[in-house]
């Protein structure tokens, strides 16, 4: 079955700066990799997503990019903001079949 | 917009109790998931159906069982309840088909259970 790695696990930068987080995963056959936001003891929220047939995406100052040969994909958040703060999942899955999760990331923004 | 809808939103049992979840999904979607989360973990997948048929399996225990209704509602049973069953359950729903929106699945506010 799919499995996700993702690092770090923990993550501090200063507000302003930039921050990335990167995830590996194994099955071949995984075609939609979507980021989740969460806050504590909150529901994951999807933030930025990214389909197989697509090799970067951006929304305003939350880009991903998406590696198919290395199997690997990343999420880049620009001029972080103290708000950003949370804890973020990548997660990858075939057509219409479940989400696997990485371990998450947990972002502290610094003012 | 309508969301994924849970309840109860906490429930408090004693070790060997039983616990009832229920999930309505987002309206036309066809798809829900359940996931368990524990303090500092990340969301494992439980079980899934579509179209009122369970559809995958994961790290579901045998002590819990789960179905979907004809309103497309779901509800996850979970009997002789154990410490360790403490965690976060969210359900999800999302819908087949083509477009941008297809396969996204969009979470539930979650029901906390606390075993003691």
């Known amino acids: 079955g799919e499995n996700v790695e993702q690092h770090p696990s923990t993550l501090s930068v200063q507000e302003g700066d930039s921050a990335v987080i990167k995830c590996t995963y194994s099955?071949?056959?995984?075609?939609?990799f979507p980021w989740y936001k969460q806050e504590l003891g909150k529901r994951p929220q999807l933030i930025i997503d990214i389909r197989s047939n697509v090799g970067e995406k951006k929304d305003q100052r939350i880009a991903v990019t998406l590696n198919k040969t290395a199997k690997h994909f990343s999420l880049h958040i620009t001029e972080t903001q103290p708000e950003d703060s949370a804890v973020y999942f990548c997660a990858a899955s075939r057509s219409f079949q479940k989400l696997v999760f990485g371990t998450g990331t947990r972002l502290l923004v610094s003012p | 917009a309508a969301g994924v809808i849970q309840s109860p939103r906490h429930l408090i049992k004693e070790k060997r109790e039983t616990a009832t979840l229920k999930c309505y999904p987002i309206?036309?979607?066809?798809?829900v998931y359940w996931y368990q989360q524990g303090p500092g973990q990340d969301p494992q997948f439980l079980i899934s159906?579509?179209?009122?048929?369970?559809?995958d399996k994961g790290s579901i225990p045998d002590r819990f069982s789960a179905q979907q209704f004809s309103d497309y509602h779901s509800e996850l049973n979970m009997s002789s309840l154990e410490l360790g069953d403490s965690a976060l359950y969210f359900c999800?729903?999302?819908?087949?088909?083509?477009?941008?929106?297809?396969?996204?699945?969009?979470f539930g506010a979650g029901s906390r259970l606390t075993v003691l």
């Open positions: 159906f579509y179209e009122k048929m369970q559809s």
């Open positions: 099955d071949s056959a995984s075609n939609y």
């Open positions: 999800a729903s999302s819908f087949e088909g083509l477009g941008s929106g297809a396969n996204v699945l969009t």
């Open positions: 309206p036309r979607h066809d798809t």
